[in-house]
């Protein structure tokens, strides 16, 4: 087979109608192109060239970006009878940018503002987002405020939404609004209208069902302002919790996803995995938006290493992503060709490999239940309020690390999906399962489905286990440390004793238990106070206060601490192998692949299918952040990885197994219904084809 068979796997699925480019495909190559601009500085948009725009973008490898109509500073960036173009800019710039994009058959998304627009807050500070003391931010210090979309700023924000659509119909592909989300505010109108409905200001669970309403309310003006003009135009709404805060606000983005996600400002190297993996499950595509910066958006003259966004782009296609990278343009208008070249050595990379890529189908054994997602499924269930606007739990964390880590293919999941896709679920730490949920629960597990539970999870509201374990729940210990004592050789340390820091609970085994106990719970002597304590820093085990740690009973397995809670604390490596171990004894021989990758590497597989058979995209990637400064994870020599072990379960014999984009054939075993393959050498990232 030649390379340029590669392609029997997509379509082109570019199309060019009306002048304009239309991509019904999200392309992998994406800029975020940043434009805030204060209105004290002049030149704008002085030093702008068709000529450097589009060598920045070839040079980069770019084949989609995102302009700017208006900034954060409420400052729009060509003619405007809806706004105020920038007192400093003389011509149309976004204008000039989209026929460079045109000609360079570029897709573009329009980027307005809308949670921010400074020069609005300024005049209208009875308009802004307000806490629950009733503050703002201070207009003493630098910084944005953030608008009430209960104010009369909603219909100025639309009909600026409609301008663009107007004044350049056929010449985008998308609109992107930044600063929004369901967030409860606390300013007049909103406190007026939760009163008028009887809405308790001090329950911040009701306050933010108001917050929710209120952005549906925001999204149903938006989509009439965009639809009535294009009704297939993609809408994305950018607020990185969205997608945790429940379907009904996920899906207001209405084509695709784009996961605000820079491991350098802030998010960290482990919040893209976590978010992908639970966006894997939408049904619709999605991009990883990282920055070219050191440190976050804004930083002029900050540079990651080349290695870094190399690492950036690949595991975004590891996850089943496209990419995303931000970049801020200057003032005046001249794109830096150096931020360029060191995208195009990520970019490159992902153009080679883009024939492997196109719509790849991720492959999951696990379902992890979300936590944080369950807040706001229609199925259950009560949370703290931190949880339910944060779009994130550290029992979420903590799990999504152990099975990356662990190199499981798995998806974060919701209630609402469908959980019989799935060989094993796991319910980290404090899942309530009762009602509709534990109705689908019951039925996965008639037919025969795998759960792992820890903690409090699979107890219902009234304190008992909803699923049948041979155990009862007996709430808290009140002991703490307590000690997991294994009942085999835990990895690496052998048979021990084990502190553990979270919170454990009692549980009582039937009579009649007829199942395996996997741990013990060894508890200490007393807890640490002034009136007793023992040694530096916390209380020893007492050999004699043992009870039951962890069990599997039939298809379920139970841990007794909040485990995964505490990995995402402690790091402690006991805690890791311990869950791996529960794991691995539930799943058995049904794993559809294998790795001896490193535990820092991601590993995920793909299916691709087309006219003529299908194959198999292994992805691997590997590099290793490194704290620099006071808290900015930096990734900058890529070690090469050697000899890395594959087995993957297939259904009949391949007829090659090779490298991509090189081509590199690799020598490869098939018995009993699995391919295994030994790659060589590999540095930051690469793809192992299985071809049939």
Known sequence: MQVLDAKIYYNSNINHQKGGLFMSKLPYRQIHLDFHTSECIDGIGSRFSKENFAAALKEGHVNSITLFSKCHHGWSYHPTEANEMHPHLDFDLLGAQLEVCRELGIRTEIYISAGFDEKYAVAHHDHLWRTSEGKCAPFDAAGYHRICFSSPYLDKLCTQVEEVMVRYKGQFDGIFLDIIGAQPCYCERCKAEMTKRGIDLGNVGQVFGYAKELYQYYCDRIDEAVHKHDPEMPIIHN????????????????????????????????????????????GKEFLGMTGKFHKTWGEFGGFKHPNALRYEAALANACGAKSSVGDQLHPDGEMDLATYRLIGKAYSEIEAREPWLKDGEYIADIGLVSAAACVNSP???????????????????????????????????DPEEELSKYKLLILPDNITVDGDFKKKILDYMAEGSKILLSGCSGVDKSGKFALELGASFGGKNDLNPSYLRPEYDLHPNGKT????YSTSYNVTLDEDFDGEICALRNDSYFNRTAEHFCSHYHTPYDRQKLTTGAFISGNVGYISWEIFSEYATQGSVHLKYAAIDMIDRLLGDEKTATTTLPSQGIFSVMRQTSERGYRLVNHLAYAVPKLRGKNTEIIEDIPVVLDTKVTVKVDQKPSRVYLAPSMQELDYVYENGTVSYTIPKFECSTLAVIEF
């Open 239 to 282: 607020d990185g919790g969205a997608l945790f805060q429940g379907r009904k606000i996920a899906f207001r983005n209405t084509k695709h996803l784009e996961i605000e996600s820079l491991p350098t400002g802030g998010w960290g190297y482990d919040h893209f995995p976590k978010t992908a993996a639970y966006a894997r499950t939408f």
């Open 379 to 413: 199925y259950h269930t009560d949370f703290n309020a931190a949880q339910m606007t944060s779009g994130g739990t550290l029992q979420d964390d903590g799990a999504n690390r152990v099975l990356l880590e662990g190199h499981y293919l798995y998806n974060i999941i």
């Open 497 to 500: 004793c084990y502190v553990m």
